[in-house]
């Protein structure tokens, strides 16, 4: 639910980059045209899971992300009615609040006017905004790993009353059974891609059959085209980020995630991270951080704390730290644009679905954790332990003995939620936060 | 082991009683007798325990051993359900040295991040994921389900160091089906109006089976059976205990439900109907038995962690009201087991729907409010009551 920010005494000591301010403006745009989309005659498909938006492009469709909604709602502290109306409807609290939050929309949607009824001081707009999503003519599931994130839509469907047809997904999870499983190796990695690449293509066939468009596979290679080039921009904007000190943080690649997730595939996307990645290198070719007085280099690990974005970007920067990368950004989005080949994008698409950070075994997580401080030269972890998802949190502890006992990289945990405020505490991220700078200090000085 | 002891034998159900609450002691005694042969831990709730069985292994699904979480705490967080983290714990204690594997069937993200654990911290056991389909209405489900199960007797095989032949793997079918359907009969029974067998009693049992041998366990059930006579209901409030995926409910909520005025006379927990629901097709090739029984459970008794878009758990729930006679509901929900979070709400609208009082229980772990559940026990047993027509 929301809660209000405390006011910040300090001056705030990050320096943003401009370019997402452009990409603020492209998602604004985004979801006013989804908002309105109905109007225009658009069927619209709402989703979960791994980015499906080029082939709902290339198959006609508007499309909503739901853990995209949720977030945003949250971002812009108005998750409450939703999460209201989900509490109403008997969502309990510790459930995953994307999945609460955007199954509160639902219930909204299809409550209509009856949604601006809860009582509360200036709900009314708020729930407005969350009834405003428009009602889907289409569910499609495609959560890899996290076993809530299939249920979540399966339930959005009974929500719905059945009468909203919906597709499902369905991904391995890459556990590394074998001696030859690894990152993006192994059998048990080419079996499964195959097998998510077969379910594309029955997608593809089922929503052409139901929303009776004709599939564009022009539009779908032109989009992936642009999409890889997007990624391959991000890949090298995020490589630049070694630097140091860091010209960009961990806070400008998550306000960067909404146009790699969902915007369509189109030359203004790939504009938008030429213009990231170029601003990224203007500030190394100047000597312009990403913070003032960078001092500390910290990795971050977990799902994104939504309703404190800009709260957390200032408050690591008043203790001179630089969040470098963290497995949400550098692990996730499609972080391997080598892997599509964009005459034929199905199978690298199925691949980075199968890619999402929490689909792996802790052994590929641990390699990729591991190998990501050492390449950010990171002084410690922060791991967000997120309230309700269990997905992103399970395994964290094994990351943090990892991290110490093969890197000598200390870590700590606090306590927050993807989309839900009242589980953050404060108290416990500055203090412990305050306690690692110091044991760093410390191990620096006897180094020296 | 194929027959009962003495001391068994002189009161079987006391037995059946001690293996539920003490498994440690009833797998040593199997190793001891049984000194080449392995012991394989399974995770709920879907594991088809057949195909280790037809290798000669004991397949033990890991109960929740009720110890409180100590140095799981550092592998698992609070927020994760109570078997999980128990779980973590076990592994995390040397507890988990019961078990020369783990096999998990199951894809809950919960059960997977313990698993994970387990896989750290127990190097010498290997642990095996075999993810059976979870969502039951994709296209060619049916084909995914088959190469599953192949992978997973594969995988059996070179755990145990033998060939799983199909004639074994029918034996070990009759031997789980037999077991399974002597319990069932005591809860038909129970859901027809005989109340011979309380809650914790047919749980001890359940419990029981979920660890033995299906031969052993049916030898000393069918004394218990035989032992028994059957006993009519009275006119106290019919209860449908419902959910707690994966683990027991403490002993003692069961106890105050029948202690606050109410009889229980169904459930769909999981050491209850939903682990004996459904049996495999003896008339079938193994192989096609055991992937059909599992493509088929969720339909006998839908499961929260499975998605299915024309199976209904509140459908399931209504109907199986209708036939025990059931007057109210009891919800008993894990604390943070989310499967259950997510389907609650579809339960209590259908049950709304129908006039059907409920009350929802989150157990923990660790300690029960147990005054609170029977003041609210309580409530629910009086506004049932004001359900009932004035002259019956
Ligand atoms: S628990 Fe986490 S990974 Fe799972 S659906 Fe929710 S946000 Fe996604
Ligand atoms: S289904 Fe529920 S009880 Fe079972 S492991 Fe998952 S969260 Fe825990």
Redesign the interface.
Known sequence: MTATMPPLATPDRTNRLAATRHGNRMVAQYWDDLFTARERGQQIVWYNGGALNPIFQAAGLAWCHGEAFAARLAAQQLEGPAQLAGAEYGYNAELCSYSRTHLGCAVLTVQGDEGAQTGVVGAHDQAELAARLPAPDFFVNNYAGCSTGQQWDEISYRVFDKEVPIFNISHPFLWGNKADAGYLQGEEWESASRYVRDQLVDLIAWLEERSGNKFDWDLLRESMTYIKRAAELRREGLELCKAKPAPATFWDWISAIAPINFLPGNQELVDYFASVRDEIQHRIDHGITGIENERYRLYFDGIMNWNKLGFLSRKFAEHGVAVMAGRYITNAFWQEPQLIDTDDPLLGMAQHYLLCPTNHGTRTLDYLTLRDCEEYDVDGIVFHSTRTCRAFTGPQRLLARSAQNNLGIPSIFFEGDVADASFYKEEILESRLAAMLEAIDVKRAQAS | MDRPDTADAADPLAALRSIARDPRSYVQRWREEHPDRKVLGVLPMNFPRELAHAAGVLPVIVPDDQQPVTEGR????E??CGFTRNLADQAATGRFDLYDGLFVAD????L??AT??V??LEPRAPV????L???L???GAGA?IAEMVATLRA?VEAFAGTEVTDAALAASIRAFNRDRSLIRRLFDARAAGDCAFGPVELQDIVASAQVMDPDEHHALLSAVVAGRAPRTRDDRIRVHLSGHLCHAPRRELLEVIEEAGAVVVDDDLWTGRRYLQTDLDESLPPMTAVAEWYAGRNVALPC??R?Q?DV?WDQWLLAAAERSGAEAVVHL?P??C??H??????L??ALEAAGIPQLLI?TEHEGIPLESFRTRLEALIERSHRNRPAYA
Not at chain 2, 107 to 110: G, L, S
Not at chain 2, 128 to 131: D, K
Not at chain 2, 341 to 346: A, H, K, N, S, V
């Open positions: 550092a592998f698992l967080p927020f994760y894809h809950c993200i919960q997977l991040g994970d654990i896989r750290e095996f994921l075999g993810q389909i979870s969502s209405s994709d296209r995914k995988e929260p962690t998605v878009h209904d929900m604390k943070f989310e499967p979070m997510l389907y609650y709400p579809e209590r609208r989150e």
